[in-house]
């Protein structure tokens, strides 16, 4: 029996940081780990397709929304815990990032671990983990959304990788519960094993003590820099950045799309109907005027590909994710 307030044909626009997207069917909203177990049983016994939305950033949602359940993961709060001795993975992704920032985080003393709710906040965990002198995550800060988005797109900040720091997880899959732990080839750029029919439930954690007190300074102006390089009303990057190999393969003095777009395709600014490519930043597709649809941003998607493989005989590879499009 559903316990829980159900909501009908809700529009999802106010759920992503595009504010774009459709109704959904059926949508619950979730405060804890077992209201989202609840949420999960009770759409499989009534055979309704279900989607987890955590922050709703990363998506461009159709705008005939998406049929079933979604639920929002509003599931909250962070712990230590004893760091047992976990297999870690020992293969690394290669960094398509470029930067002359200048402060680095604080200095990495003991190991710790933490057991993280994946609906939290990615932004107001980097601050708490600051102010109780844990450090390692900093290179996130500026990017929106939840712990359980940043391991299922293995997101990127800085140099780092979010699954650098994946120990463990709590995951639902195919009607039950699991614990799964990481595998070395499991993660890449952009890509985790996690499929949209896969809850993360909770996650552990591997930290370090802040051997000093520079993290709330770097929270801060790092922050300051990404919020004055990256639009709002958007949903992060759109591309994928370019490998190295690709980068020199095509003589680019960047691999970044923001440049691409910019100097080389020179679409920056390039408006249709509500969408816009950001003039701040190329790389970014913007709701300009609040009032864009979901057709709009993928027509500029389109019209990007298809410049993109008459000037440089490539495609790019979307970052986002495209939620209740058919198919084709």
């Known amino acids: 029996?559903?316990?829980?307030?159900?909501?009908?044909?809700?529009?999802?626009?106010?759920?992503?940081?595009?504010?774009?997207?459709?109704?959904?069917d059926y949508l619950l909203e979730v405060t804890s780990q077992e209201q989202l177990r609840q949420s999960l049983r009770w759409a499989e016994e009534k055979g309704?397709?279900?989607?987890?939305?955590?922050?709703?950033?990363?998506?461009?949602?159709?705008?005939?929304?998406?049929?079933?359940?979604?639920?929002?993961?509003?599931?909250?709060?962070?712990?230590?815990?004893?760091?047992d001795d976990f297999?870690?993975?020992?293969?690394?992704?290669a960094s398509r990032w470029q930067s002359t920032f200048p402060l680095e985080p604080p200095a990495r003393?003991?190991?710790?671990?933490?057991?993280?709710n994946t609906g939290t906040s990615l932004k107001a965990l980097l601050f708490e983990l600051a102010a109780a002198q844990i450090t390692g995550l900093e290179w996130f800060v500026g990017i929106p959304g939840t712990v359980g988005g940043a391991i299922k797109n293995n997101i990127h900040g800085g140099p780092e990788f979010?699954?650098?720091f994946l120990l463990a997880a709590t995951i639902w899959r195919q009607g039950r519960e699991e614990r799964y732990l990481p595998q070395a080839e499991d993660f890449d750029y952009d890509f985790s094993p996690f499929d949209s029919q896969t809850v993360l439930l909770e996650a552990t954690l591997l930290l370090f003590e802040a051997k000093d007190n520079r993290g709330p300074l770097f929270l801060r102006e790092w922050g300051k820099t990404k919020l004055q390089n990256q639009p709002q009303n958007s949903a992060g990057c759109v591309f994928q950045n370019l490998s190295i190999k690709e980068q020199r393969q095509l003589g680019l003095p960047s691999p970044s799309w923001g440049y691409i777009i910019d100097k080389i395709l020179h679409l920056k600014g390039r408006?249709?109907?509500?969408?816009?490519?950001?003039?701040?930043?190329?790389?970014?597709?913007?709701?300009a005027d609040g009032q864009a649809r979901a057709k709009d941003v993928l027509a500029l998607i389109n019209l990007i590909k298809e410049k993109s493989q008459q000037v440089l005989g490539i495609e790019p590879r979307l970052e986002i994710q495209l939620l209740g499009f058919d198919e084709k």
């Open 109 to 116: 003393g003991k190991k710790v671990a933490i057991k993280v």
């Open 87 to 93: 297999s870690r993975p020992t293969a690394s992704i």
């Open 162 to 164: 979010f699954s650098n």
């Open 1 to 24: 029996m559903l316990e829980l307030p159900l909501r009908h044909h809700v529009p999802l626009a106010p759920y992503t940081t595009f504010h774009i997207g459709g109704p959904a």
């Open 271 to 287: 408006q249709i109907g509500g969408a816009q490519i950001s003039l701040q930043h190329a790389a970014f597709i913007i709701n």
């Open 48 to 83: 309704i397709p279900w989607l987890i939305l955590g922050g709703g950033s990363n998506v461009l949602i159709s705008d005939r929304g998406i049929r079933g359940l979604v639920i929002i993961n509003r599931s909250q709060g962070w712990q230590k815990v004893a760091l």
